[in-house]
């Protein structure tokens, strides 16, 4: 693969390195991302309600998770796989979540994920609240990517945004779903221009299928959606 030369690519991994010590206020409904009882509330139950059946796939013995972050999600994997692959760009995020997550069943490999091919096939492919930050441009030769670490009849798990104004933080610029760039600010004031695709739930399944896998789509009332299926054989 040729390596990342897009400008607006290195400003969302320059954005996600600096964002690091903040990115769990997002998740976590803090701070700026604060919207009160009623919304954060809302955002806790769809989000467990996602995590519920992530936990409800059948024990594997090897996962891959792309764009790890700060391992909310990784926590959640080794109950899953007994071995468990976590790629970032960030090296900041991979130590916040080699302390979060504290377990040897987790190996790091700091890569930019358009410039990382896998060495292996994997059981189950999974990442979150990634592919809206893929650029249209790169999205086929990320997913064909995918393809390639997942076996034949191996599982993908994928999970992402609905446009809701609930969800990012309160300082931020309205959404606007028909387009690909939105501007995020840290909590020090400065920002970044980062790339943001709100895929239509009912377009995913013909995009995932046409790099062979199939897959069903599901979305929470307002804040998530997620994608589970198999690679055809």
Known sequence: MDSVSDPTVEDQ???????????????YRRGRYDRG????????????AVARQLGAIPKCES???????TGIWTKRL??????VTAVDASPEVIEINRERVGSEAVQYVQADLFDWEP??????????FWLSHVPPERLDQFLETVRGATKSGGRIFVIDSLPDEQSSAVDHPPKQPDQIYETRKLDNGRNYRVVKVYYPPEALAGI?????????VHTTDRFFWYVSGEKRS
């Open 13 to 27: 991994i320059a954005y996600y390195r600096a964002r690091a010590p903040e990115y769990d206020d997002w998740f």
């Open 37 to 48: 009882e009623h919304w954060n509330g809302l955002w806790f139950e769809e989000a467990e």
């Open 63 to 69: 996962i891959l998770e792309l764009a790890s972050g």
């Open 78 to 83: 080794i109950s899953i796989g007994r071995q």
């Open 119 to 128: 060495n292996q096939e994997f059981d189950l492919v999974f990442f979150s």
């Open 208 to 216: 995932f299928a046409r790099h062979g896998f199939d897959v069903e």
